[in-house]
T-cell receptor, first 118, second 115 residues
Framework: GAGVSQSPRYKVAKRGQDVALRCDPI?????LFWYQQALGQGPEFLTY????????KSGLPSDRFFAERPEGSVSTLKIQRTQQEDSAVYLC????????????????FGDGTRLSIL | AQKITQTQPGMFVQEKEAVTLDCTYD???????LFWYKQPSSGEMIFLIY??????QNATEGRYSLNFQKARKSANLVISASQLGDSAMYFC????????????FGGGTRLMVKP
């Protein structure tokens, strides 16, 4: 389809394991965002890419969280040594990212990855 | 820092009636965007409507309209002629103009449409 694609849709891991979440943005979208959504709350910003450059990672909760977008399209969010508090839905969003118009552009979200840490 | 407040955790509306979902925001920026998203129980986040801080007219998109009152820092969503499929969580969000496009979200309002 033409929308943002995330995989896997669901992920269950044991505490201490590493996980990798994938995001395939809308074709041609320059900006890519990761958000974390705890149960019953609004999403919270994690990190932001403009092409392959990670311009803001201020929302990453710890150094166990790492994101990359090496070729400026697909992005991977990696969580090392997972903890129970990492259980959440991880949402990826993309937007066209034209300079000068970025703040008027809506972000388009994927269906999210629901991560459960046992 | 930016902050979005949605004071209605849950709301009921009768099918075919109009409903207003409240959103207030706090920012020191002059340039910003305000967005509303719908999140059904299936989990996807669906973009509904947008208002820029310099837009003088309220945004409309089909049955959705945004009641933007800049001086009061409010951006309420109005849904006309409610349908059963409108039952979902609704999130108000804003970004910072010229300082990154990341969104700050409110806590959401759960809307339930009664037949």
């Amino acid at each position: 389809g033409a929308g943002v694609s995330q995989s896997p849709r669901y992920k269950v891991a044991k505490r201490g394991q590493d996980v990798a979440l994938r995001c395939d943005p809308i074709s041609g979208h320059v900006s890519l965002f990761w958000y974390q959504q705890a149960l019953g709350q609004g999403p919270e910003f994690l990190t932001y890419f403009q092409n392959e450059a990670q311009l803001d990672k201020s929302g990453l909760p710890s150094d166990r969280f790492f994101a990359e977008r090496p070729e400026g399209s697909v992005s991977t969010l990696k969580i090392q040594r997972t903890q129970q508090e990492d259980s959440a839905v991880y949402l990826c969003a993309s937007s066209p990212g034209d300079r000068g118009l970025m703040w008027v552009q809506p972000q388009h979200f994927g269906d999210g990855t629901r991560l459960s840490i046992l | 820092a930016q902050k979005i407040t949605q004071t209605q955790p849950g709301m009921f509306v009768q099918e075919k009636e109009a409903v207003t979902l409240d959103c207030t925001y706090d920012t020191s920026d002059q340039s910003y965007g305000l967005f509303w998203y719908k999140q059904p129980s299936s989990g996807e986040m669906i973009f509904l409507i947008y208002q820029g801080s310099y837009d003088e007219q309220n945004a409309t998109e089909g049955r959705y309209s945004l009641n933007f009152q800049k001086a009061r820092k409010s951006a309420n969503l109005v849904i006309s002629a409610s349908q059963l499929g409108d039952s979902a969580m609704y999130f108000c969000a804003m970004n910072r103009g010229n300082a990154g496009n990341m969104l700050t979200f409110g806590g959401g309002t759960r809307l339930m449409v009664k037949p």
